[in-house]
């Protein structure tokens, strides 16, 4: 079967191809990706080539497909895996496989490392390493999108349960973050940060008391606020606050609502040193920092308060992606109707892959998500109304009447628009 896919060829050269699947052996499966939202780290990956960890050295001879954040349907299954899998089931992957035997061995990943398997592509072969750590993961809810946005808000959820915390006396860390405690995200308004606001408002186990959402930007700020408000916050149990930090003093500024007291729990969503300081100054004793934002060039480096670490037992954790239980944990909460739509806001064919994936930074806004069957130029959902045809016409109106946001029923018809035409 012949593929359509974006594949990496080294530092900045991605190519959009179509050539021929091999035959699947008995114990892989052959795919249909319909959905990928694309990701920074696909940007990162394509910007350092081989010098990615999760690149392989020899992309230049055989190039691999990018995309991680994929769902579709399966459409041929090996013998092997013939019991446990059958066309037309719906799924979605977990690339972070920590699997040794791998191209890059510990680091391989789908949409960084295989050349058959990717998300930036119409068909795949899915390998049989892939079953065998159960990163294939069913996906039984409605539309494909939420399935694509999985990956993504299991990192999330990963970095919620590597917080710690401790008891003064004992040598013992608990896991967590502090279930009725107070939570600061830092410049968390962009894709990432919206996922985790998601994820506190709607977990059933444990939550915050106070949580504290940050940025600079008001405009964004103000429609993270109407994403997920104030209101519906408070229904659960949370004390929410949207906060520009653009001001003389931002560290007096968030503790003020804390009593002077500082966070038990504190995410930094942006690689920004200044924001590092500002997250290690509002810890409260015992208060964890995690940095969740990957830099982008490894010499990183921020001041941290060694004083607190010894006298406030203040600690930090780092975390890159989420596991599989994370995965399966974010698609349980989407199949009880968390919808991660406000991720998004723009839409594209494959044919946008390229251009988007190279200039990601620089393209406002959230999610960009693919539908890897269209051909369609990326473009913003609040710029649907503008484009001036049939298409963009409807699928306005159906984003219109769900708050502006994507939504299942945009996507079903503009996968049967494309189909029937």
């Known amino acids: 079967m012949k593929t359509k896919a974006v594949r990496l060829y080294g530092k900045d050269d991605l190519r959009l191809e179509e050539f021929e699947l091999p035959q699947i052996k008995d114990n892989e499966i052959l795919a249909k990706v319909v959905s990928d939202s694309i990701c920074m780290s696909s ?22 497909i990018i995309g991680h ?4 349907e399966i459409v041929q299954v090996g013998a092997k895996w013939a019991s446990a899998f059958k066309p037309g089931d719906k799924f ?92 600061a995200l830092l410049a968390s308004v962009g894709p990432m940060g919206l996922a985790a606001i998601n994820y506190v408002l709607h977990r059933e186990d444990r939550k915050p008391k106070l949580l504290v959402v940050t940025d600079i930007n008001q405009e964004r700020l103000d429609r993270a606020a109407s994403l997920y408000t104030v209101e519906f916050a ?68 921020a001041p941290f308060n060694f004083y607190n670490v010894h006298y406030n037992n203040t600690h930090v954790v780092g975390t890159s992606g989420g596991n599989t239980d994370d995965m399966k944990e974010a698609l349980h909460y989407m199949g ?62 159906l984003c219109k009447a769900h708050n502006g946001l994507w939504n299942v029923e945009a996507e079903t018809y503009l996968l049967n628009y494309y189909e029937k035409n």
């Open 43 to 64: 940007y990162k990956a394509t910007h350092q080539g081989t010098d990615h960890k999760r690149v392989p050295n020899d992309v230049a001879q055989n190039p691999v």
């Open 336 to 397: 009880k109707g968390m919808d991660p739509a406000g991720l998004v806001t723009h839409i594209g064919g494959l044919n946008a892959v390229i251009d988007t994936t190279i200039n990601l930074p620089s393209i406002p806004g959230g999610k960009k998500l693919i539908y890897t069957h269209i051909e369609m130029p990326l473009t913003a959902i609040a710029d649907f109304g503008k484009q001036g045809t049939p298409l963009f016409d409807e699928l306005d109106r």
């Open 69 to 72: 954040e994929f769902a579709g």
């Open 234 to 301: 408070a229904s659960r149990g949370i004390e929410l606050h949207y906060v520009n930090t653009g001001v003389e003093n931002p560290v007096e500024l968030l503790k003020s609502f804390t009593e002077g007291e500082g966070y038990d729990d504190v995410f930094c969503f942006a690689p920004v040193a200044p924001v590092v300081e500002q997250a290690d100054d509002i810890l409260a004793f015992d208060g964890c920092l995690n940095f969740f934002a990957g830099p982008s060039k490894a010499p990183f480096k």
């Open 92 to 183: 979605s992957i977990q690339p972070a496989m920590n699997y040794p035997g791998g191209p890059v061995g510990i680091y391989s990943a789908p949409g960084y490392s295989y050349q058959y398997i990717g998300g930036d592509a119409t068909y795949v072969i899915i390998p049989n390493e892939v079953m065998e750590l159960g990163c294939l993961l069913p996906f039984k809810g409605e539309g494909f999108y939420p399935a694509s946005l999985s990956e993504p808000l299991s990192c999330v959820i990963g970095a919620m349960h590597a917080n710690y915390h401790g008891t003064p006396g004992k040598y013992v860390h608990t896991m967590e973050i502090k279930d009725g405690g107070k939570m």
